[in-house]
Protein backbone atom coordinates (compact mmCIF):
# COMPACT_ATOMS: atom_id res chain seq x y z
CA UNK A 1 0.00 0.00 0.00
CA UNK A 2 1.28 3.95 -0.78
CA UNK A 3 1.78 6.14 1.98
CA UNK A 4 -0.79 8.60 2.92
CA UNK A 5 -1.40 12.22 2.94
CA UNK A 6 -4.37 13.79 5.23
CA UNK A 7 -4.53 17.49 4.82
CA UNK A 8 -8.51 17.87 5.55
CA UNK A 9 -9.00 18.06 9.30
CA UNK A 10 -5.27 17.39 10.46
CA UNK A 11 -1.87 17.66 8.72
CA UNK A 12 -0.07 14.32 8.53
CA UNK A 13 1.67 11.11 6.68
CA UNK A 14 0.52 8.32 7.05
CA UNK A 15 2.98 4.69 6.73
CA UNK A 16 1.82 1.97 4.37
CA UNK A 17 -0.48 0.47 7.16
CA UNK A 18 -2.20 3.97 7.61
CA UNK A 19 -1.89 3.76 10.95
CA UNK A 20 1.61 5.11 12.14
CA UNK A 21 2.22 8.86 11.70
CA UNK A 22 5.78 9.81 10.58
CA UNK A 23 7.94 12.24 11.86
CA UNK A 24 7.82 14.97 8.43
CA UNK A 25 9.54 18.27 8.85
CA UNK A 26 6.92 21.02 8.19
CA UNK A 27 7.88 22.39 5.04
CA UNK A 28 7.99 18.96 4.05
CA UNK A 29 4.40 18.41 5.03
CA UNK A 30 4.04 21.89 3.40
CA UNK A 31 5.71 20.54 0.32
CA UNK A 32 3.06 17.98 0.32
CA UNK A 33 0.16 19.28 0.68
CA UNK A 34 0.70 21.84 -2.11
CA UNK A 35 1.66 19.36 -4.67
CA UNK A 36 -1.34 16.86 -3.69
CA UNK A 37 -3.80 19.99 -3.91
CA UNK A 38 -2.75 19.88 -7.57
CA UNK A 39 -4.56 17.10 -8.27
CA UNK A 40 -2.00 15.33 -10.69
CA UNK A 41 -0.91 18.61 -12.28
CA UNK A 42 2.16 19.85 -12.25
CA UNK A 43 3.63 22.69 -10.09
CA UNK A 44 6.53 24.69 -11.31
CA UNK A 45 9.84 24.07 -8.70
CA UNK A 46 9.99 27.99 -8.30
CA UNK A 47 6.28 28.44 -7.56
CA UNK A 48 7.00 25.96 -4.69
CA UNK A 49 10.48 27.21 -3.62
CA UNK A 50 8.78 30.47 -3.75
CA UNK A 51 5.92 29.79 -1.49
CA UNK A 52 7.99 28.19 0.95
CA UNK A 53 11.37 30.03 1.04
CA UNK A 54 10.18 33.36 -0.56
CA UNK A 55 13.17 35.46 0.62
CA UNK A 56 16.04 34.35 -1.73
CA UNK A 57 15.55 32.94 -4.98
CA UNK A 58 18.46 30.70 -4.94
CA UNK A 59 18.34 29.43 -1.27
CA UNK A 60 14.92 28.52 -1.85
CA UNK A 61 15.94 26.55 -4.79
CA UNK A 62 18.57 24.67 -2.53
CA UNK A 63 16.41 24.26 0.33
CA UNK A 64 13.69 22.48 -1.84
CA UNK A 65 16.36 20.08 -2.79
CA UNK A 66 17.10 18.99 0.63
CA UNK A 67 13.47 19.07 1.53
CA UNK A 68 12.75 16.45 -1.44
CA UNK A 69 15.82 14.79 -0.14
CA UNK A 70 14.96 14.41 2.78
CA UNK A 71 11.48 13.31 2.02
CA UNK A 72 13.26 10.13 0.31
CA UNK A 73 15.07 8.98 3.26
CA UNK A 74 11.85 9.55 5.42
CA UNK A 75 10.18 7.12 3.18
CA UNK A 76 12.53 4.85 3.08
CA UNK A 77 14.34 6.01 -0.34
CA UNK A 78 10.79 5.63 -1.77
CA UNK A 79 10.46 8.49 -4.70
CA UNK A 80 6.99 10.27 -4.30
CA UNK A 81 8.07 13.82 -5.49
CA UNK A 82 8.20 13.09 -9.28
CA UNK A 83 9.76 15.93 -11.96
CA UNK A 84 12.12 18.31 -12.51
CA UNK A 85 10.97 21.90 -13.73
CA UNK A 86 7.34 20.95 -12.56
CA UNK A 87 6.85 18.73 -9.63
CA UNK A 88 4.31 16.15 -9.08
CA UNK A 89 3.32 13.41 -6.54
CA UNK A 90 3.78 9.78 -7.27
CA UNK A 91 0.12 8.09 -7.35
CA UNK A 92 1.67 4.53 -6.74
CA UNK A 93 4.25 5.87 -3.72
CA UNK A 94 1.75 8.39 -1.98
CA UNK A 95 -1.88 9.15 -1.98
CA UNK A 96 -3.90 12.30 -0.17
CA UNK A 97 -7.66 13.31 0.86
CA UNK A 98 -7.43 16.56 -0.89
CA UNK A 99 -6.26 14.92 -4.19
CA UNK A 100 -8.92 12.04 -4.28
CA UNK A 101 -11.39 15.32 -3.00
CA UNK A 102 -10.55 16.92 -5.95
CA UNK A 103 -10.81 14.29 -8.61
CA UNK A 104 -14.23 13.13 -6.73
CA UNK A 105 -15.71 16.29 -7.35
CA UNK A 106 -14.75 16.82 -10.99
CA UNK A 107 -16.26 13.88 -11.66
CA UNK A 108 -19.75 14.83 -9.32
CA UNK A 109 -19.37 12.42 -6.92
CA UNK A 110 -21.14 14.37 -4.12
CA UNK A 111 -21.40 11.65 -1.72
CA UNK A 112 -17.17 11.00 -1.74
CA UNK A 113 -16.87 14.62 -1.56
CA UNK A 114 -18.88 14.92 1.41
CA UNK A 115 -16.71 11.69 3.00
CA UNK A 116 -13.37 13.04 1.84
CA UNK A 117 -13.44 16.13 3.51
CA UNK A 118 -12.38 15.17 7.35
CA UNK A 119 -12.44 19.39 8.51
CA UNK A 120 -10.18 22.69 7.35
CA UNK A 121 -7.27 22.19 4.96
CA UNK A 122 -4.12 22.16 6.49
CA UNK A 123 -5.96 23.39 10.29
CA UNK A 124 -4.17 25.59 12.31
CA UNK A 125 -1.04 24.56 10.36
CA UNK A 126 1.76 27.66 9.30
CA UNK A 127 5.13 28.05 8.41
CA UNK A 128 7.21 30.64 10.07
CA UNK A 129 8.15 33.15 7.83
CA UNK A 130 6.34 32.17 4.58
CA UNK A 131 3.51 34.52 4.38
CA UNK A 132 2.81 34.07 0.77
CA UNK A 133 2.42 30.19 1.96
CA UNK A 134 -0.18 31.30 4.42
CA UNK A 135 -2.26 33.32 1.77
CA UNK A 136 -1.93 29.97 -0.39
CA UNK A 137 -3.56 27.87 2.23
CA UNK A 138 -6.12 30.37 3.37
CA UNK A 139 -7.58 30.46 -0.40
CA UNK A 140 -7.43 26.17 -0.84
CA UNK A 141 -9.13 26.26 2.44
CA UNK A 142 -12.12 28.75 1.59
CA UNK A 143 -12.08 27.01 -2.06
CA UNK A 144 -12.16 23.05 -0.07
CA UNK A 145 -14.72 24.06 2.88
CA UNK A 146 -17.04 25.93 -0.42
CA UNK A 147 -17.09 21.62 -2.36
CA UNK A 148 -18.07 20.64 0.69
CA UNK A 149 -20.46 22.18 0.98
CA UNK A 150 -21.98 22.12 -2.54
CA UNK A 151 -21.37 18.78 -2.59
CA UNK A 152 -23.32 18.27 0.48
CA UNK A 153 -26.24 20.81 -0.91
CA UNK A 154 -26.58 19.04 -4.19
CA UNK A 155 -26.78 15.43 -2.19
CA UNK A 156 -29.46 16.84 0.07
CA UNK A 157 -31.47 17.95 -2.75
CA UNK A 158 -31.11 14.65 -4.70
CA UNK A 159 -32.52 12.96 -1.28
CA UNK A 160 -35.77 15.16 -1.34
CA UNK A 161 -36.12 14.80 -4.92
CA UNK A 162 -36.14 10.88 -4.24
CA UNK A 163 -38.88 11.46 -1.91
CA UNK A 164 -35.79 10.07 0.87
CA UNK A 165 -36.57 13.07 3.64
CA UNK A 166 -34.89 11.33 6.48
CA UNK A 167 -31.44 10.98 4.51
CA UNK A 168 -31.89 14.71 3.14
CA UNK A 169 -32.74 16.04 6.89
CA UNK A 170 -29.64 14.53 8.23
CA UNK A 171 -27.69 15.86 5.29
CA UNK A 172 -29.04 19.60 5.80
CA UNK A 173 -28.37 19.13 9.34
CA UNK A 174 -24.69 18.87 8.59
CA UNK A 175 -24.86 21.82 6.30
CA UNK A 176 -26.20 23.68 9.29
CA UNK A 177 -23.53 22.64 11.11
CA UNK A 178 -21.15 24.09 8.76
CA UNK A 179 -22.41 27.26 8.12
CA UNK A 180 -25.22 28.01 11.02
CA UNK A 181 -25.70 31.86 10.03
CA UNK A 182 -27.05 30.54 6.85
CA UNK A 183 -30.54 31.19 6.62
CA UNK A 184 -31.08 29.21 3.10
CA UNK A 185 -29.35 26.09 4.64
CA UNK A 186 -31.84 26.32 7.64
CA UNK A 187 -34.87 26.91 5.43
CA UNK A 188 -33.58 23.51 3.67
CA UNK A 189 -33.19 21.89 6.98
CA UNK A 190 -36.32 23.07 8.71
CA UNK A 191 -38.86 21.89 5.15
CA UNK A 192 -37.11 18.43 5.11
CA UNK A 193 -37.42 18.08 8.86
CA UNK A 194 -41.02 18.98 8.42
CA UNK A 195 -41.36 16.53 5.32
CA UNK A 196 -39.91 13.70 7.25
CA UNK A 197 -42.47 14.07 9.83
CA UNK A 198 -40.53 16.08 12.30
CA UNK A 199 -42.65 19.45 12.80
CA UNK A 200 -41.27 19.61 16.56
CA UNK A 201 -37.73 19.03 15.42
CA UNK A 202 -38.01 21.81 12.53
CA UNK A 203 -39.29 24.40 14.93
CA UNK A 204 -36.77 23.85 17.10
CA UNK A 205 -34.06 24.36 14.58
CA UNK A 206 -35.36 27.90 13.80
CA UNK A 207 -35.76 28.93 17.05
CA UNK A 208 -32.37 28.01 17.16
CA UNK A 209 -31.54 29.82 14.17
CA UNK A 210 -33.52 32.37 14.88
CA UNK A 211 -31.38 33.19 18.30
CA UNK A 212 -28.07 32.75 16.97
CA UNK A 213 -28.71 35.57 14.32
CA UNK A 214 -30.52 38.18 16.70
CA UNK A 215 -27.50 37.07 19.76
CA UNK A 216 -24.48 36.75 17.09
CA UNK A 217 -25.29 39.18 14.15
CA UNK A 218 -28.30 41.38 15.44
CA UNK A 219 -30.51 40.41 12.41
CA UNK A 220 -33.27 38.12 11.44
CA UNK A 221 -34.14 35.10 9.65
CA UNK A 222 -35.37 35.51 6.25
CA UNK A 223 -39.08 36.17 5.44
CA UNK A 224 -38.96 32.96 3.91
CA UNK A 225 -37.83 31.09 6.62
CA UNK A 226 -39.80 32.70 8.62
CA UNK A 227 -43.13 31.84 6.47
CA UNK A 228 -41.79 28.69 6.35
CA UNK A 229 -41.94 27.85 9.98
CA UNK A 230 -45.20 29.44 10.48
CA UNK A 231 -46.93 26.96 7.67
CA UNK A 232 -45.38 24.09 9.86
CA UNK A 233 -46.55 25.61 13.00
CA UNK A 234 -50.15 26.12 11.31
CA UNK A 235 -49.95 23.22 10.11
CA UNK A 236 -49.11 21.17 13.73
CA UNK A 237 -51.73 23.35 15.15
CA UNK A 238 -54.30 22.21 12.52
CA UNK A 239 -53.57 18.48 13.11
CA UNK A 240 -53.81 19.45 16.81
CA UNK A 241 -57.47 20.23 16.22
CA UNK A 242 -58.61 17.43 14.22
CA UNK A 243 -57.32 15.40 16.66
CA UNK A 244 -59.31 17.20 19.57
CA UNK A 245 -62.42 17.47 17.99
CA UNK A 246 -62.68 14.73 16.15
CA UNK A 247 -60.82 11.44 16.73
CA UNK A 248 -61.11 8.76 18.53
CA UNK A 249 -58.63 6.02 19.86
CA UNK A 250 -57.74 3.84 17.13
CA UNK A 251 -59.18 0.53 18.50
CA UNK A 252 -62.83 2.85 18.61
CA UNK A 253 -61.74 3.76 14.99
CA UNK A 254 -61.02 0.20 13.74
CA UNK A 255 -64.59 -1.42 15.58
CA UNK A 256 -66.64 1.89 13.66
CA UNK A 257 -64.72 0.87 10.12
CA UNK A 258 -66.00 -2.84 11.03
CA UNK A 259 -69.51 -2.25 12.19
CA UNK A 260 -70.04 0.15 9.16
CA UNK A 261 -68.73 -2.83 7.17
CA UNK A 262 -70.88 -6.03 8.88
CA UNK A 263 -73.96 -6.68 6.86
CA UNK A 264 -77.21 -7.01 8.70
CA UNK A 265 -79.58 -9.63 7.15
CA UNK A 266 -83.46 -9.20 6.64
CA UNK A 267 -84.89 -11.47 8.76
CA UNK A 268 -87.69 -14.05 6.80
CA UNK A 269 -91.08 -12.52 6.69
CA UNK A 270 -93.59 -14.63 8.38
CA UNK A 271 -96.90 -15.74 6.71
CA UNK A 272 -96.32 -13.18 4.23
CA UNK A 273 -96.91 -10.72 6.80
CA UNK A 274 -93.77 -8.11 7.05
CA UNK A 275 -92.59 -7.79 9.91
CA UNK A 276 -92.33 -4.17 11.82
CA UNK A 277 -89.54 -1.96 11.85
CA UNK A 278 -88.57 -2.49 15.26
CA UNK A 279 -88.87 -6.42 15.22
CA UNK A 280 -85.98 -6.37 12.14
CA UNK A 281 -83.75 -4.10 14.86
CA UNK A 282 -84.26 -6.52 17.77
CA UNK A 283 -83.52 -9.51 15.60
CA UNK A 284 -80.61 -7.93 13.92
CA UNK A 285 -79.28 -6.50 17.37
CA UNK A 286 -79.61 -10.15 18.55
CA UNK A 287 -77.43 -11.63 15.71
CA UNK A 288 -74.72 -9.08 15.11
CA UNK A 289 -74.01 -8.21 18.76
CA UNK A 290 -72.25 -12.07 19.36
CA UNK A 291 -70.03 -10.98 16.93
CA UNK A 292 -69.00 -7.79 17.78
CA UNK A 293 -68.47 -9.25 21.33
CA UNK A 294 -66.27 -11.45 19.44
CA UNK A 295 -64.10 -9.33 17.56
CA UNK A 296 -63.81 -7.46 20.80
CA UNK A 297 -62.44 -10.20 22.64
CA UNK A 298 -59.98 -10.99 19.42
CA UNK A 299 -58.63 -7.63 19.00
CA UNK A 300 -58.31 -7.08 23.10
CA UNK A 301 -56.04 -10.05 22.76
CA UNK A 302 -54.14 -8.58 19.91
CA UNK A 303 -53.77 -5.37 21.93
CA UNK A 304 -52.42 -6.58 25.03
CA UNK A 305 -49.96 -9.39 22.72
CA UNK A 306 -48.91 -6.01 21.40
CA UNK A 307 -48.45 -4.29 24.17
CA UNK A 308 -46.29 -7.01 25.79
CA UNK A 309 -44.07 -7.10 22.98
CA UNK A 310 -40.63 -5.75 23.19
CA UNK A 311 -40.33 -2.46 21.52
CA UNK A 312 -36.81 -3.28 20.75
CA UNK A 313 -34.24 -5.64 19.80
CA UNK A 314 -30.54 -6.24 20.53
CA UNK A 315 -28.63 -6.25 17.06
CA UNK A 316 -25.33 -6.14 18.75
CA UNK A 317 -23.30 -6.28 21.92
CA UNK A 318 -19.67 -4.28 21.41
CA UNK A 319 -17.64 -5.14 24.60
CA UNK A 320 -15.80 -2.09 26.03
CA UNK A 321 -12.54 -1.53 28.03
CA UNK A 322 -12.73 -1.86 32.01
CA UNK A 323 -12.34 2.08 32.21
CA UNK A 324 -14.25 3.29 30.00
CA UNK A 325 -18.16 3.66 30.39
CA UNK A 326 -20.30 6.25 32.07
CA UNK A 327 -22.60 7.94 29.05
CA UNK A 328 -22.51 7.82 25.83
CA UNK A 329 -23.23 10.15 23.25
CA UNK A 330 -24.52 9.63 19.91
CA UNK A 331 -22.64 12.53 16.59
CA UNK A 332 -25.70 11.84 14.02
CA UNK A 333 -23.74 13.84 11.65
CA UNK A 334 -20.36 11.95 11.84
CA UNK A 335 -21.72 8.54 11.97
CA UNK A 336 -19.36 8.07 15.75
CA UNK A 337 -21.02 6.95 18.79
CA UNK A 338 -18.70 7.97 22.30
CA UNK A 339 -18.22 6.42 25.46
CA UNK A 340 -16.58 8.55 27.61
CA UNK A 341 -14.91 7.97 31.17
CA UNK A 342 -16.75 10.11 33.67
CA UNK A 343 -15.24 10.88 37.18
CA UNK A 344 -12.30 8.82 37.34
CA UNK A 345 -8.29 8.93 37.15
CA UNK A 346 -8.38 5.88 35.05
CA UNK A 347 -10.50 7.28 32.00
CA UNK A 348 -10.78 6.85 28.52
CA UNK A 349 -12.72 7.70 25.79
CA UNK A 350 -14.44 4.75 23.14
CA UNK A 351 -14.85 6.01 19.77
CA UNK A 352 -16.94 3.62 18.13
CA UNK A 353 -18.14 3.46 14.16
CA UNK A 354 -21.91 3.58 14.17
CA UNK A 355 -22.00 1.96 10.47
CA UNK A 356 -19.42 -1.08 11.56
CA UNK A 357 -19.04 -1.23 14.97
CA UNK A 358 -15.24 -0.79 15.02
CA UNK A 359 -13.85 0.90 18.12
CA UNK A 360 -11.00 2.47 19.37
CA UNK A 361 -9.27 4.12 22.37
CA UNK A 362 -8.26 7.57 22.75
CA UNK A 363 -7.29 9.11 26.08
CA UNK A 364 -8.88 12.00 28.42
CA UNK A 365 -12.36 10.24 28.11
CA UNK A 366 -13.46 12.86 30.93
CA UNK A 367 -16.75 13.57 30.14
CA UNK A 368 -17.83 13.77 25.83
CA UNK A 369 -20.44 16.45 24.01
CA UNK A 370 -20.39 16.51 20.55
CA UNK A 371 -20.71 20.52 18.83
CA UNK A 372 -22.86 20.09 15.58
CA UNK A 373 -21.50 23.04 14.75
CA UNK A 374 -17.66 22.74 14.64
CA UNK A 375 -17.56 19.12 14.28
CA UNK A 376 -15.55 19.04 17.09
CA UNK A 377 -15.41 16.43 20.27
CA UNK A 378 -14.67 17.73 23.76
CA UNK A 379 -13.40 15.88 26.57
CA UNK A 380 -11.44 16.21 29.81
CA UNK A 381 -8.73 14.94 31.76
CA UNK A 382 -9.90 13.95 35.00
CA UNK A 383 -6.60 13.85 36.80
CA UNK A 384 -4.85 17.04 34.42
CA UNK A 385 -7.59 19.52 34.91
CA UNK A 386 -7.60 20.60 31.01
CA UNK A 387 -10.20 19.70 28.33
CA UNK A 388 -9.72 18.37 25.07
CA UNK A 389 -10.71 19.73 21.97
CA UNK A 390 -10.57 17.18 18.88
CA UNK A 391 -11.39 17.06 15.35
CA UNK A 392 -14.48 14.36 14.99
CA UNK A 393 -13.43 13.35 11.69
CA UNK A 394 -10.09 12.40 12.68
CA UNK A 395 -10.09 12.24 15.77
CA UNK A 396 -6.85 14.49 15.76
CA UNK A 397 -6.12 17.17 18.92
CA UNK A 398 -7.20 20.39 17.83
CA UNK A 399 -6.36 22.20 21.24
CA UNK A 400 -6.56 22.06 25.15
CA UNK A 401 -7.80 24.16 27.47
CA UNK A 402 -6.88 24.55 31.36
CA UNK A 403 -9.89 24.59 34.01
CA UNK A 404 -9.56 24.89 37.88
CA UNK A 405 -11.35 21.77 38.75
CA UNK A 406 -11.46 18.27 37.61
CA UNK A 407 -13.77 17.84 34.23
CA UNK A 408 -16.49 15.23 34.38
CA UNK A 409 -19.24 16.47 32.05
CA UNK A 410 -19.61 18.69 29.48
CA UNK A 411 -22.60 20.86 27.48
CA UNK A 412 -22.54 22.43 24.14
CA UNK A 413 -25.36 25.01 23.59
CA UNK A 414 -24.00 26.26 20.12
CA UNK A 415 -21.55 28.99 21.13
CA UNK A 416 -20.41 27.95 24.60
CA UNK A 417 -18.72 24.56 25.92
CA UNK A 418 -20.49 24.33 29.19
CA UNK A 419 -17.19 22.46 31.91
CA UNK A 420 -18.64 20.80 35.40
CA UNK A 421 -16.24 20.36 36.93
CA UNK A 422 -15.67 18.30 40.39
CA UNK A 423 -12.68 18.26 42.97
CA UNK A 424 -13.34 22.35 43.62
CA UNK A 425 -16.83 22.38 42.25
CA UNK A 426 -16.63 24.82 38.56
CA UNK A 427 -18.12 25.12 35.87
CA UNK A 428 -16.02 26.79 33.12
CA UNK A 429 -17.57 28.88 30.34
CA UNK A 430 -15.97 28.34 27.42
CA UNK A 431 -16.14 29.81 23.48
CA UNK A 432 -16.84 26.75 21.80
CA UNK A 433 -14.78 28.17 18.55
CA UNK A 434 -11.63 30.37 19.84
CA UNK A 435 -11.74 27.49 22.45
CA UNK A 436 -11.16 30.71 24.89
CA UNK A 437 -12.15 30.75 28.72
CA UNK A 438 -14.88 33.27 29.22
CA UNK A 439 -15.67 32.35 32.89
CA UNK A 440 -15.06 30.34 35.39
CA UNK A 441 -17.66 30.14 38.04
CA UNK A 442 -17.22 28.19 41.62
CA UNK A 443 -20.18 26.46 42.50
CA UNK A 444 -20.42 26.55 46.67
CA UNK A 445 -21.00 23.76 48.62
CA UNK A 446 -23.99 23.27 50.74
CA UNK A 447 -24.03 21.69 54.23
CA UNK A 448 -23.57 18.59 54.53
CA UNK A 449 -26.12 17.49 56.88
CA UNK A 450 -28.29 19.48 54.65
CA UNK A 451 -28.06 17.16 52.01
CA UNK A 452 -27.24 14.10 54.10
CA UNK A 453 -23.67 13.94 52.55
CA UNK A 454 -22.52 15.74 50.01
CA UNK A 455 -22.47 14.47 46.38
CA UNK A 456 -20.45 17.42 44.71
CA UNK A 457 -20.82 18.48 41.42
CA UNK A 458 -23.13 16.46 39.23
CA UNK A 459 -24.14 16.43 35.36
CA UNK A 460 -25.02 19.48 33.15
CA UNK A 461 -27.11 20.24 30.52
CA UNK A 462 -28.43 22.91 27.97
CA UNK A 463 -32.03 23.33 27.11
CA UNK A 464 -31.48 25.18 23.70
CA UNK A 465 -35.03 25.79 23.42
CA UNK A 466 -34.65 28.58 26.23
CA UNK A 467 -30.91 29.02 26.74
CA UNK A 468 -31.20 28.07 29.81
CA UNK A 469 -28.27 25.81 31.60
CA UNK A 470 -29.14 23.08 34.29
CA UNK A 471 -27.05 21.09 36.39
CA UNK A 472 -26.99 19.70 39.99
CA UNK A 473 -25.32 20.01 43.14
CA UNK A 474 -25.20 18.11 46.13
CA UNK A 475 -28.08 16.03 43.97
CA UNK A 476 -30.33 19.37 44.38
CA UNK A 477 -30.95 20.67 40.59
CA UNK A 478 -30.03 24.12 39.58
CA UNK A 479 -30.57 26.63 37.06
CA UNK A 480 -27.74 29.29 34.99
CA UNK A 481 -29.26 32.04 33.25
CA UNK A 482 -26.09 33.01 30.76
CA UNK A 483 -27.95 36.22 30.02
CA UNK A 484 -27.66 37.50 33.34
CA UNK A 485 -25.33 34.52 35.13
CA UNK A 486 -27.47 33.96 38.19
CA UNK A 487 -27.67 30.70 39.60
CA UNK A 488 -30.47 29.67 41.86
CA UNK A 489 -31.99 26.00 42.93
CA UNK A 490 -35.02 24.99 41.27
CA UNK A 491 -37.88 24.70 43.22
CA UNK A 492 -41.00 22.08 43.28
CA UNK A 493 -38.42 19.65 42.00
CA UNK A 494 -37.69 16.17 43.41
CA UNK A 495 -34.46 15.26 42.21
CA UNK A 496 -31.66 15.93 39.79
CA UNK A 497 -32.51 16.66 35.96
CA UNK A 498 -31.03 14.37 33.82
CA UNK A 499 -32.66 14.93 30.68
CA UNK A 500 -33.48 17.77 28.11
CA UNK A 501 -36.26 17.07 25.56
CA UNK A 502 -35.29 20.23 23.76
CA UNK A 503 -38.32 19.89 20.65
CA UNK A 504 -41.05 19.39 23.68
CA UNK A 505 -39.27 22.18 25.65
CA UNK A 506 -39.19 19.66 28.67
CA UNK A 507 -36.66 18.60 31.28
CA UNK A 508 -36.97 15.17 33.17
CA UNK A 509 -35.88 15.42 36.62
CA UNK A 510 -34.75 11.63 38.47
CA UNK A 511 -37.28 10.31 41.08
CA UNK A 512 -37.56 7.15 42.81
CA UNK A 513 -39.14 4.57 40.25
CA UNK A 514 -40.28 7.32 38.04
CA UNK A 515 -39.54 10.76 36.25
CA UNK A 516 -40.87 13.87 36.26
CA UNK A 517 -41.74 15.57 32.88
CA UNK A 518 -40.64 19.82 33.96
CA UNK A 519 -42.31 22.67 31.27
CA UNK A 520 -38.95 23.86 30.16
CA UNK A 521 -40.49 27.99 30.02
CA UNK A 522 -42.33 27.81 33.18
CA UNK A 523 -40.09 24.90 35.43
CA UNK A 524 -43.37 24.06 36.65
CA UNK A 525 -43.74 19.94 37.20
CA UNK A 526 -46.53 18.53 34.87
CA UNK A 527 -46.09 15.14 34.95
CA UNK A 528 -45.26 12.12 36.90
CA UNK A 529 -43.84 8.57 34.90
CA UNK A 530 -43.68 5.49 36.40
CA UNK A 531 -41.27 3.55 35.83
CA UNK A 532 -39.84 0.18 36.47
CA UNK A 533 -37.09 1.46 38.93
CA UNK A 534 -35.12 4.25 39.32
CA UNK A 535 -34.43 6.25 35.84
CA UNK A 536 -30.34 6.17 35.01
CA UNK A 537 -30.37 8.45 32.02
CA UNK A 538 -32.45 10.15 29.34
CA UNK A 539 -32.65 10.54 25.45
CA UNK A 540 -35.10 11.37 23.35
CA UNK A 541 -35.45 11.10 19.73
CA UNK A 542 -37.69 11.22 16.36
CA UNK A 543 -38.37 14.83 17.07
CA UNK A 544 -38.93 14.58 20.69
CA UNK A 545 -41.58 12.11 20.24
CA UNK A 546 -40.25 9.26 21.81
CA UNK A 547 -38.21 9.61 25.54
CA UNK A 548 -36.17 6.51 26.04
CA UNK A 549 -35.10 5.78 29.92
CA UNK A 550 -32.01 3.68 31.44
CA UNK A 551 -33.26 1.81 34.30
CA UNK A 552 -31.90 -0.87 36.38
CA UNK A 553 -34.67 -2.63 34.66
CA UNK A 554 -33.37 -2.09 31.28
CA UNK A 555 -34.66 -0.05 29.12
CA UNK A 556 -38.11 1.58 29.39
CA UNK A 557 -40.02 4.26 26.16
CA UNK A 558 -42.57 7.35 27.15
CA UNK A 559 -44.47 9.23 24.81
CA UNK A 560 -42.70 12.49 25.10
CA UNK A 561 -46.08 13.89 23.78
CA UNK A 562 -48.82 12.37 26.72
CA UNK A 563 -46.13 11.18 28.96
CA UNK A 564 -47.42 7.67 28.61
CA UNK A 565 -45.21 4.92 29.14
CA UNK A 566 -45.24 2.79 25.95
CA UNK A 567 -43.08 0.15 26.22
CA UNK A 568 -40.65 -1.46 28.72
CA UNK A 569 -37.58 -3.90 27.84
CA UNK A 570 -35.37 -6.18 29.97
CA UNK A 571 -31.81 -7.62 29.12
CA UNK A 572 -30.11 -10.88 29.42
CA UNK A 573 -27.92 -11.70 32.19
CA UNK A 574 -28.35 -9.56 34.53
CA UNK A 575 -26.93 -6.87 32.06
CA UNK A 576 -27.87 -3.12 34.29
CA UNK A 577 -28.24 -0.04 31.90
CA UNK A 578 -27.26 3.27 33.25
CA UNK A 579 -26.83 5.26 29.68
CA UNK A 580 -28.49 5.54 26.59
CA UNK A 581 -28.08 7.98 23.35
CA UNK A 582 -30.65 7.72 20.42
CA UNK A 583 -30.45 7.99 16.59
CA UNK A 584 -33.47 9.12 15.10
CA UNK A 585 -32.32 8.38 11.21
CA UNK A 586 -31.30 4.94 11.68
CA UNK A 587 -34.36 4.39 14.52
CA UNK A 588 -31.67 2.72 16.84
CA UNK A 589 -31.23 3.21 20.25
CA UNK A 590 -27.58 2.88 22.24
CA UNK A 591 -27.86 1.36 25.83
CA UNK A 592 -24.43 1.19 27.86
CA UNK A 593 -24.24 -0.75 30.68
CA UNK A 594 -22.28 -3.64 33.01
CA UNK A 595 -22.90 -7.22 33.84
CA UNK A 596 -22.71 -8.87 37.34
CA UNK A 597 -19.05 -9.78 36.25
CA UNK A 598 -17.93 -6.11 35.90
CA UNK A 599 -17.74 -6.57 32.00
CA UNK A 600 -18.87 -3.14 30.31
CA UNK A 601 -20.82 -3.54 27.01
CA UNK A 602 -22.48 -1.26 24.59
CA UNK A 603 -25.85 -2.88 23.17
CA UNK A 604 -27.23 -1.62 19.76
CA UNK A 605 -31.17 -1.47 19.38
CA UNK A 606 -33.01 -1.66 16.82
CA UNK A 607 -36.26 0.36 17.69
CA UNK A 608 -39.72 -0.77 16.61
CA UNK A 609 -41.86 2.02 17.41
Not at 552 to 579: C, I, N, Q
Request: charged share 25%; hydrophobic share 40%.
Amino acid sequence: MPFRLVALGEVSLYAPDQERKLAVPRKGLALLAILASAGGRGVPREKVASLLWPDSEDAGRGALKQTIYELRQTLGNHSAVLGTGELTLDPAEITSDVGELEAAHARKEWTRVAELYGGPFLDRFHVRGAAEFDHWVDAHRDRYRGMFRDALEKSARAAAQAGEHQAAAAIWRQLAAEDPFNSRIAIGLVEALALAGDPAGALTHYRVHERLLREELGTRPDAALTAAAENIRAGAARARRRLETGATSEAAEAHAARGERASVPAPPASAGVAPSPERVTRRAGRRVWPGVLLLLVIAGGVAAAWQKRDGARVVASITLAPNSASRVVADLNLRRIYVEGGASFDHALTVINADNFASRLLPHGAGAAADPITGWIWSGDYGGRFVVVRNGHTGAEIDRVKVPGCPHHIAIDGRRAWIAQQCDDHISVIDNRTRKVIRDIQIPTLSRKEVSGAKGMGEILVNRATGIVYFWKDMIPHRLDPGSWDIREVSGIDGPIIGVNEPMNRLYARVDNGLQVIDGTTEKVEAHVQLPATPARVATGFGGKRVYVATASGLSAVDGETHRGLWDMSFKEGFLPYGVAADDGRRRAYVLGVYPDGRRALKVLRLRD
